[in-house]
Each structure stands twice: as structure tokens, then as C-alpha cells.
């Protein structure tokens, strides 16, 4: 186990694999080892073989903790939203004072809609963890969905007061500021999103929305270009969305402001007749 550990550490992740399955083979019951074994698969991305791990640790403890919170954020990451809530369900009575476990079970709800009973989970993680970026972020999304963006933008702002430096927060905060028809900040606010991480896809083609909506169709497509030729780059990441759809997506919304474009450019102006 030690062994299996320092090669993780060392970012050798298939020989220590190799030495958590060897290890498991001395100790086949051995829930800590096959638990670690299934968050290494996590880590890995390999969602798949993760589950099945968690999965055999619950076949010999049904009520480990670790591995029935690990398939919840598993479930939960592929939006079965449901079996994802009775896994936290089982942990919850005994882990009332969990911020993260509250955090997931507003957002299980704020997938099915549920956005009151989200935002009532989503405060319980925030009097817990005043000042957790993430629960900031998803009241601020909760919120959105409301239609109460003044509340939005409290809590995305206090999000961005903890962590600055996430551009994900800040994107966030471009379409709150949007609704609330502050067009300046959040043009600004789209510029240091992108600037802090420039292969963000979801920033750019944001801005490329948002300047579409202004009328700045040339601006829009010219963004949407440049995603385009760059590519989406998602490293090893198989539970994505398929960037193949992504491009495609981009290539209909450029190829549709470019159709504006033209349309403006080829109008024949209306003469009117001179005053007499």
C-alpha cells in the first residue's frame, strides 16, 4: 500500500495501479486498500472502473463511507440525480455537519429543478462553510435560475473575493452582470476570464454570445474563428462533453453570424427623395 502510494505521488499512476491490485490480492477484504485503488481510477478519470472498485469496497462493507459518498459523486457527475441522493442520504444523518455533503445534495436537487429545496441545502453548506467558494458559486447559479440575479451576483462576487484567480467564477459573473444590463463590467469580466485561462472554451464562446447580442455580429464571429482554429482541448478527459460536437456547435453559431454580417453588408440603403 505504502509502495502504491509513493508511486502516485510520483505520478506513476499505472505502475501504482499495478501495486494496489497486488496488495488487494494479499488482502482481498480489504476496504481501505480497494477504496484507494477506486479514487486512484477517479483521479485517473477512468470513471468506469472507478465505480466498479467503490462498488466491490460496498460488497464487503455496505456502509463505508468513503466509497458510498465516492459512487454518489460519480452518479451524481452523470446526472442521475436520484440514486446519487439516496447514497448521500445514507451518510447525511451521520454526517449532519458536513459542508460538502450539503454542497452535492443542493446541487443533486438544483439538477432536478428543485431550485427552493436546493438553495435551502445550499445555505445549510454555507453557514457550515462561510467561506467555501464552490457552495458561494452554486447558490449564485441557484439563484440565477430564480431570476433573482441581485442575490446572484452577492454571492458570486463573494465567490470571487475568495478565490480571484478562477475564471470559471468570473464567467459566471459576466452573464449575472449581463441580466442586471451592466454591459461594461461584464465585458471586463469576460477579458479577465479569458486572459487568466485562455483555452476556456465556455469563455470565449460566451463572449462571442454576448457580443452578438449587442449587434456586434463581425466581433462575434471573428472569437468564434479563432476557438475554431485553435480547437477545444480537453487533455484525457473522456466524460466530457465530445469536442467533435463542440466544434460543431461553434462552426453553425459562427457560420450564422457570418450569414448576418453579409446581410448587413449587402443592404442597399433607402434613398430618400430630396426635399423640395
Known amino acids: 500500500m505504502f509502495l502504491a502510494k509513493i508511486l502516485d505521488e510520483q505520478n506513476e499512476t499505472g505502475a501504482a495501479v499495478e501495486a494496489y491490485k497486488r496488495s488487494i490480492e494479499m488482502e482481498p477484504e480489504n476496504v481501505d486498500l480497494i477504496h484507494s485503488l477506486g479514487m486512484l481510477y477517479l483521479k485517473m478519470e477512468d470513471q468506469s472502473n472507478a465505480f466498479t472498485t467503490f462498488g466491490k469496497a460496498l460488497s464487503y462493507d455496505a456502509n463505508y463511507v468513503p466509497s458510498v459518498l465516492a459512487i454518489a459523486s460519480i452518479l451524481q457527475m452523470n446526472n442521475d440525480w436520484d440514486v446519487a441522493l439516496s447514497?448521500?442520504?445514507?451518510?447525511?444523518?451521520?454526517?449532519?455537519?458536513?459542508?460538502?455533503?450539503?454542497?452535492?445534495?443542493?446541487m443533486c436537487f438544483f439538477g432536478k429543478s428543485k431550485l427552493i429545496a436546493a438553495l435551502s441545502c445550499l445555505h445549510r453548506a454555507n453557514y457550515l462553510c462561510p467561506l467555501d467558494w464552490k457552495v458561494l458559486i452554486n447558490m449564485a447559479l441557484v439563484y440565477c435560475a430564480l431570476r433573482q440575479f441581485a442575490s446572484a451576483y452577492h454571492f458570486a462576487a463573494a465567490a470571487y473575493a475568495v478565490n480571484s484567480n478562477n475564471a470559471s467564477i468570473l464567467c459566471v459573473m459576466s452573464l449575472i452582470l449581463t441580466e442586471l444590463q451592466d454591459f461594461r463590467n461584464a465585458y471586463a469580466a469576460y477579458k479577465k476570464a479569458i486572459k487568466l485561462e485562455p483555452k476556456l472554451w465556455i469563455a470565449r464562446y460566451n463572449l462571442a454570445i454576448f457580443e452578438s447580442r449587442r449587434s456586434n455580429y463581425k466581433e462575434a464571429a471573428s472569437i468564434l474563428r479563432e476557438l475554431e482554429n485553435e480547437g477545444l482541448n480537453y487533455g484525457e478527459n473522456k466524460n466530457r462533453l465530445n469536442s467533435e460536437e463542440l466544434n460543431q456547435l461553434i462552426e453553425k453559431v459562427r457560420r450564422r453570424f457570418e450569414a448576418i454580417v453579409a446581410i448587413e453588408g449587402s443592404a442597399v440603403p433607402e434613398i430618400k427623395e430630396e426635399e423640395k
Open 87 to 106: 447514497k448521500y442520504k445514507i451518510v447525511a444523518a451521520d454526517f449532519d455537519h458536513s459542508c460538502a455533503i450539503w454542497n452535492n445534495i443542493g
